[in-house]
């Protein structure tokens, strides 16, 4: 059943980011407040999705980095997304109220954005044009703990961007603890 769940993920997210596919919004469950909230990449200089998880060590030593790219990086939206099916509703607000992120975190309880998008740890980050093309997708940085890392992969495409050069990276190794999808649980 994993084999052929990877096999799967990896032909959809080829599909992605081949372009056959784009993302002009997105929406879900705000995992603090339970509000609905729909977010559209057209008005943004790019839109930068990260899945991050309640109990990953990985995920949460990348969480100081990512405030610190949403507060410098204001013209770019930032959305994460919470996909683990095997972390409790209760631990993942808990979490999420102690990081005080600097954006909202959506739940993510059918994988359905995982699915679509082919993200298979946490963290890994996404980051879409306006138009909702695939600019980059993968780690964070180059480092299981966020603040060891000798490469900052996102936070130098964030740069490119607000340059108006190319981007150094389209891709990144995502390192970080598998997502648990619903239907693995």
């Given at each position: ?47 930068v999705i990260v899945f991050l998880s309640a109990k990953c060590p990985c995920s ?29 509703l209760e631990e993942t607000q808990n979490h999420f109220r102690e990081a005080k ?85």
């Amino acid at each position: 059943m994993r084999n052929g769940l990877i096999f799967t993920l990896i032909l959809m997210f080829s599909q992605i980011s081949m372009g056959a596919d784009k993302i002009t919004s997105l929406s879900g469950l705000d995992v603090l407040n339970s509000e609905t909230k729909t977010f559209a990449t057209a008005g943004h200089k790019a839109t930068v999705i990260v899945f991050l998880s309640a109990k990953c060590p990985c995920s949460a030593s990348h969480e100081t980095l990512l405030k610190d790219l949403s507060q410098q990086y204001k013209e770019f939206q930032f959305i994460g997304i919470h996909s683990n099916s095997d972390e409790t509703l209760e631990e993942t607000q808990n979490h999420f109220r102690e990081a005080k992120l600097l954006f909202p975190v959506i739940q993510d309880s059918r994988s359905q954005w995982a699915n679509k998008l082919g993200a298979l740890k946490t963290p890994h980050a996404f980051v879409l044009s306006p138009a909702g093309e695939m600019l980059y997708h993968g780690g964070v940085t180059d480092s299981h703990v966020g603040p060891t890392a000798k490469k900052q992969f996102l936070k130098e495409v964030l740069e490119d961007l607000q340059a108006e050069k190319p981007s150094r990276h389209k891709e990144g190794r995502a390192l970080g603890c598998y997502i648990q999808r619903a239907d693995e649980a």
